[in-house]
């Protein structure tokens, strides 16, 4: 399991399963992780 929290917003804490959190998503037929790291 990930524990994450959101950058925006009430910067809420969410768990996934591992392997969905580093998954991959299709949207508008091109296919992303489904989180990308960002620099602070």
Do not use: C, S
């Amino acid at each position: 399991m990930v524990v994450y929290q959101a950058l925006y917003g009430d910067q809420a804490y969410w768990v996934r399963p591992e392997d969905m959190f580093f998954g991959k998503v299709t949207r508008d037929g091109k296919t992303f992780n489904r989180f990308t790291e960002i620099d602070k």
